[in-house]
């Protein structure tokens, strides 16, 4: 019986991936121009309709009409409803693939692979997240901790609001990554004193040290003030963020969630807005590096556990 080699499948210029399901099904043509329709459908467990279909296109177009002929988009087993969400959450919410797959887990109790999440923002059109290039490593070192308030890293970012400088300040827990976020409009040592009795009173837990960098609003007179409430303070090395890694990658969360999106009309707004978003950071917002947990979830496992 007549075969038909890859090296001929080459020369076609037929795609590798059909040169197997050519092969067989030549042979299978082969067979039924031997042995008939029935013995060829009764021979390779086929349906005879099928095998008179492939002999046909073979007699009408020789190899190339063996060809799979499948369709480039299959019908979607996704419902449309999640195909909705999935755009929804690309769209709107800016997520990437592993963090709505979460999302639609955890939020509406779906299950769909971040592969096949890929795929439908393909199709619908929206190219994969591309961040903005920066000077330094884009993903900063981050550590964890065993125990919440283990160490605190806080720090200051430079924003603006209605077109006037207006200062953040950050601190974030190592353990849980439980945040406490506040805008003021100015930068110096009373502000820092002011953060961090609102620190103190605001953690749910207590804080044995905090890491800062050597910015001038952590003078000496901040770093007496933290060591009389019992607590060490560290200094990272100059000109090394990677030692905040946490805080310093929370200010890139806050940047693509928040600065980026809402233009706020004067302080006041944006203070008010910025104290929901604690709250929704901490109590709604699952994160990657906790697995999908919230830090109000993370925070309760050790509660439960008894660590606290």
């Known amino acids: ?21 050519i092969e067989s099904r030549f042979a299978i043509v082969q067979y039924a121009t031997d042995h008939g329709m029935k013995g060829a459908a009764r021979r390779f467990g086929l349906d005879r309709n099928t095998v008179r279909a492939w002999r046909r296109r073979w007699q009408a177009a020789d190899v190339a009409g063996l060809v799979p002929r499948y369709p480039l988009i299959r019908a979607r087993r996704i419902a449309d409803s999640t195909v909705a969400l999935i755009e929804h959450a690309r769209r709107d919410l800016k997520y990437g693939a592993v963090r709505t797959r979460m999302w ?7 299950r769909v692979a971040a592969a096949t999440i890929r795929r439908i923002c393909h199709r619908l059109g929206y190219p994969p997240l591309r961040r903005k290039p920066q000077r330094r490593p884009r993903q900063l070192p981050r550590f964890s901790r065993e125990r919440p308030g283990h160490c605190g890293q806080v720090d200051v970012k430079e924003v603006r609001v209605a077109g006037t400088k207006d ?45 800062v960098d050597n910015g001038p609003e952590f003078s000496l007179a901040f770093a007496l003030t933290v060591q009389q409430a019992g607590m060490r ?30 233009p706020f009309a004067g302080f006041a707004p944006a203070a008010e807005t910025w104290l929901a978003w604690e709250h929704r950071s901490n109590h709604e917002r699952f994160s990657l590096a906790l697995h999908g947990l ?15």
């Open 1 to 21: 019986m007549p075969t038909i080699t890859t090296k001929e499948l080459t020369t076609l210029k037929i795609e590798k991936r059909y040169h197997h399901t």
């Open 104 to 110: 639609l887990e955890r939020v509406h109790r779906l």
């Open 167 to 211: 200062f953040q300040y950050t601190a974030i827990d190592d353990g849980t990554r439980y945040r406490i976020l506040r805008l003021y409009p100015q930068n110096h040592q009373h502000t820092s004193h002011t953060f961090f009795t609102t620190l103190r009173t605001t953690l749910p837990f207590p804080i044995r040290k905090l890491q």
């Open 233 to 262: 303070l560290r200094d990272i090395t100059p000109r090394c963020p990677e030692q905040n890694g946490n805080v310093e990658r929370s200010h890139r969360v806050d940047d693509e969630a928040c600065w980026s999106r809402s």
């Open 294 to 308: 919230t830090p109000a979830e993370k925070l309760a496992t050790f509660t439960d556990a008894g660590s606290l």
